[in-house]
């Protein structure tokens, strides 16, 4: 209803320039949306980077790859080394 209003009271009016703005920057994202294969791509690109990170950040010595379960496992092996 507001819509209604706000549309039937500008009616005549010429847009203002920060309106055609948006209306400009409106059109190029749904240009964009009509481009799926772009978005694939560029979430197959940041899931792969996600990946490699998960990966680097987890300890490896030689190799092998450890994992702490709980804090009395990592005392057992603070004490073990």
């Known amino acids: 209803m507001i819509k209604k209003v706000q ?3 500008n009616k005549g009016y010429s847009i203002r320039p920060e309106e055609e703005d948006l209306r400009v920057r409106l059109e190029d994202i749904q ?6 294969s772009q978005f694939r791509g560029r979430l197959s690109e940041l899931s792969s980077q996600l990946q490699n990170l998960k990966e680097s950040q987890r300890p490896a010595i030689a190799g092998i790859e450890y994992e702490v379960v709980n804090e009395e496992m990592l005392d057992v092996i603070r004490q073990v080394g």
């Not at 240009?31 to 799926?36: A, E, G, R, V, Y």
């Open 7 to 9: 549309i039937i009271r």
């Open 31 to 36: 240009m964009q949306l009509k481009k799926p």
